[in-house]
């Protein structure tokens, strides 16, 4: 944890929760070259996003289509925020709130975005989005209905399913202070941005189809 503080009494301030890498209408079927030719490269970056570790962005890809089998995703719209074969991805309207925001070290990278026969582009400017902030801010003591992880292999203590529901998380105060966007290395597949940036993003319409759950935040006792 990076507060030493015994906090045990609920705040009012809040931070949120995305759960988006677990739900399915999230999730799109692209693929690119490395995908097709260098499969573990494309694994270790997609572990690298997940774990909040920068990458260049000349080690992504540049262009991605939707692969064959999932050409009925031709059809769909792309949300604001997406999984694209396993890489986070927003769009220029999400990244254009981002922009305003303390985002640290996390970055931003163009990528082309096309339908399955590899000509005809989505409408629309996309970016991977590359959370490079990772922080423990998550307080299981203090924390209800989630899931533990017990793997001392890892640095993961806990995730929680796609049907969490506010104030089931609590984070500790430094939460409130730093970055906007965070990973938080002891809690799986997930990450959450501060109650300022979460209520801009609703605001600007972009955060219609993005899953974000309430976070108690603890104050010294």
């Not at 097709?36 to 890809?61: C, D, K, M, Y």
């Not at 017990?150 to 806990?158: E, I, K, L, Q, R």
């Amino acid at each position: 944890m990076e507060d030493n503080a015994k906090d045990n009494v609920p705040s009012e301030a809040c931070v949120w929760l995305s759960v988006s890498h677990i739900k399915s209408e999230l999730l799109f079927g692209f693929t690119c070259d490395l995908i097709e030719t260098n499969l573990p490269a494309v694994a270790s970056l997609i572990q690298a996003f997940r774990q909040g570790v920068a990458v260049e962005g000349g080690q992504l890809p540049s262009t991605m289509w939707i692969r064959p089998q999932r050409a009925a995703q031709d059809r769909n719209k792309l949300p604001h925020l997406f999984s694209a074969a396993g890489f986070l991805t927003v769009s220029e309207e999400f990244a254009e709130v981002l922009s305003g925001f303390d985002l640290g070290q996390t970055r931003l990278y163009p990528v082309e975005l096309l339908h399955s026969n590899r000509r005809e582009a989505f409408p629309g400017r996309y970016y991977f989005l590359n959370i490079a902030e990772v922080h423990r801010y998550f307080s299981p003591e203090h924390s209800a209905r989630f899931e533990r992880i017990p793997n001392p292999a890892t640095t993961y203590v806990a995730t929680i399913e796609a049907e969490a529901q506010d104030d089931d998380v609590t984070v500790i105060p430094a939460a409130l202070n730093g970055p906007d966007l965070w990973i938080d290395d002891t809690f799986r597949s997930h990450f959450f941005c501060s109650d300022r940036l979460a209520q801009t993003l609703r605001a600007a319409k972009v955060a219609s189809h993005l899953p974000l759950f309430r976070c108690r935040v603890l104050t010294p006792s």
